[in-house]
Structures are given as C-alpha cells and as structure tokens.
C-alpha cells in the first residue's frame, strides 16, 4: 500500500459511535516527532551565528544545545504516564503548545541566557510530546499489521528531520539563526489543527505518582548532566560524580516506590514480558551508535578533515537520505520476513560499519568516509521502526504512553553516554585518532552483542 493510500483511508467508528480519523492521527504524529527530531538536529551548525549575535563562550554554546537535551531525558518517563493518565491526545496537544511556545521564545531571545533557558522548555515539550505521539498510534491503529506500517510512517518523520536538519540549519542561518526556531511555529501550529480532527484518547483515572515523578526526573536529570558534563571534564570530576551518585540513589528510591505503591508511574510489571526488556535494551543499545557515530564524525570532519559546520552536515547526507528513504519500505520487508531479521541485520550493519570505519586512515577522502557512512544510515529504518511496532504489539493500549516513556527513555540515555564517553575518548592522551578507532570497536561490540539479544524477540502480532 503506498503512503497516500494510506492516509487517505477513511475515517472509521469506535465502540462507542464516534468517529476515528486515523490518517489525521498518524498526520499529527508525524509532524510532531518530525518538528521535535529537527529541532535536536538543526541547532549545531547555527551555534557560529549566535555566538557572534549573543556573545558568550564555548560552555554557553554547549548549553543552548545540552538544555534541550537534558530537559527532554529528564521528563521523558513523566511524559509517558502523564499520557497514559490525562490521555495521548490532550498530553499531545498540551506538548505541542508549549514546544511552539518555546520555540517563539527562542527565536526572540535578546541574550543568551534567556535562549538556553527557552530550550530547556523546548526540551520539556519535546518530552511530552514524544510518548504521546507513540500512543496516538497505538490507538488509532488497533489492526498489528496497519499499525506496523503506520509506525513505519511516523520513523519516516524522524529520518527525514534528522537528514534535513543539518543542512537546513546551514541554510536557515545565512538569513538569521532566529530562523532555525521560528521554522517551528508554522509546523506546531499545522500539527495542532491536524490534532483537532483526533478523537478524544482512553484514559486512565488514577492516583498521581507525585513521588515516582520527582524521583524519576531526579534520575534522569542527574544521568543526563553527568554525561554531558563528563564529555567535557571527564568523569571523575566532582561535578560529575555529584550528579550521577545523585541518579543512582534516586534510581534505587524510584524503583522502592514503583514496587510498593498501588497505582505506580511505571508499573514494573510491564518487564515481565521478556520482549518489552529486549526492545528497551535494544533502544539503548542502538542510540550508541546511530547518535554516537554521527557525534564522532562531526568532529573528525571539522578537527581532522577541516570541513565548515556546513560542509560537515553534507558530509552526513548521503548516510541520512539513505536512510529516509529506506524508511518508507521498513513495515513491508518486516511484513515478509519478520521484524527480528531486519532488526539483527541491522544492528549487524551498523556493528561492520563501525569495524571498517576504524580502519580508514586520515588520508582517505572525505566522500570514502561519507559513504562508509550509509551502513549506520540502513541500520536506521531496519531497527527502530520494527522495534518500536513490536513494542507497541506487547503492551496494553492503557499502558501505551508509559511504554512508549521508558523506551524513548532509554534511546536518549543511550545517546548521552556516548557522546559522553567517546567525547573523553576523543580528548584523551593518546590523541583524537585513538580514541576514534577505540570508539568506534566499542560501538561494533555493543552492536554485535545486542543483535543477539534482538534474536529473543517475540515477533508474534498481537491485538
């Protein structure tokens, strides 16, 4: 089926008589993880321009990005059981709205500590927005098969963000970088009229878990600030070992309280099915190198191969065109084959690129080194859409938002540490090309040893 057949299926009748517009769902949600996914893309290549424009020095400019990024792990578990509570749709909107808000913030900042504290509220509603936009899905496509394919969509969202961004930051920034945030307005503002033709979602009339949500931001925040200020000072740092022994401790009180309240923010039920581990493992496992790898090659191409920000960003086309591209096909090869190989061939992908990356010497052409690239790019579409659709599968639909929380919780985590980690690589005594190639066999490693995990999968449809 293509993709304008699939949006154009007309609107179907819920149990109780009102109508259900699946293809305005699955718009929304895809315009909403594709606005989210830009905004964490775009901003690197602008950072030149505000600086010249607000001042401030490299650790300000790390925060306009590290806001962001922090505020959106920290919230990530809250969001997903505020959508399982309040409803997907009313968490949707509520994330949207203030995402957009944000980002007006951002595009009229005057000074620079006004733009970092705009993004860490730009993070805020990225992670209401994320879980949400997982279960709209979730509910609009009850059928395991139409769901699939519509999960495929919505990724497509995000590979064709995460392709643009780069270049389109470059391009927006020769006119203002103001520009980068206001882009966003129009885009949050169609989503919102798409998410008023969307029904009303389940919810789920409980207790608050006041305790689980500051204990859970608690150990997000303090993990997230860890890693991003371990790529900078190193991690036995005193500003890093306070944060993260602060994670720990609020980890270990977090899950104490899950296990003894009666109405907990994450039941820890949900792991007792071995393929909801499995897809977490997997989410984390991945984001080490799909955001790790792209982390390694921005500096490689500027340090090493002396490339512009926007010349670097071209650089990583061809491997994220690959990937968008693919995206689209992802539901129909797992349809035939399963999801659990495209998933291990994946991983598998990415685990040879990394080996064959770390082998290339400096002297090889900058286009060699791109197209080494395109691996991690395939690896994309064939893990995370087949993953996220059987997460969905082994869930309750009443437990879609707090599922969709804790996976897209540990995606992000996954992407910290190692930027975290392969950032102290980089910087280490035995010079940038050491820790690149120790870097990039550690990412082959973790790839390898997931794709066996990934061979536990259940891959049986489920309603």
Known sequence: MSVTAFLRRPATRDTDGSA?????????????????????????????????????????LQWVVDAYTLMFAAFLLSAGSLSDRIGARRSFGIGVAVFVAASLACGLAPTLGVLIAARAVQGVGAAITMPASMALIRHAYPDPAKRAHAVGLWAMGGAVAAAAGPVLGGLLSLASWRMIFLINLPVGLVTLLMLARVPHSPMREVPFDWAGQVLGILAMGGLTYGAIEAGEAGFAAP????????????????????????????????????TVVIAVVIGFAFMIGFYGMPFLFSLYFQQQQHLSSLSAGV??????????????????????????????????????????LALVPDTAPVWATALLLIPVGLAGPLVMPQVTAVLLEHVPAAQAGTASGVFNTSRQVGGALAVAAFGALLS?????????????????????????????LNTRRTA
């Open 20 to 60: 259900r517009h699946p293809a305005a769902t699955l718009a929304a949600a895809v315009l909403g993880f594709f606005v989210i996914t830009l905004d964490a893309t775009i901003v690197n290549v602008a950072l030149p321009s505000i600086r010249d424009a607000l001042g401030g020095g490299i650790t300000g």
């Open 239 to 274: 500003q890093v070992l306070g944060p993260l022994a602060l994670a720990v401790v609020a980890f270990i009180a977090f899950v104490a309280v899950q296990a003894r309240i009666s109405h907990p923010m994450v039941p820890l039920t949900l792991f007792r099915s071995r």
């Open 315 to 356: 650089a990583f086309l061809p491997m994220m065109l690959v990937s968008a591209s693919v995206t689209p096909f992802a539901s129909r090869i797992a349809a035939r084959v399963g999801a659990r190989l495209p998933v291990v061939a994946g991983l598998l992908l990415m685990a040879a690129g990394a080996l064959v």
């Open 428 to 456: 280490g005594a035995a010079g940038f090309r050491h820790g690149l190639q120790i870097s990039l066999v550690i990412t082959a490693v973790i790839a390898v040893l997931t794709a066996l995990s990934a061979l536990g």
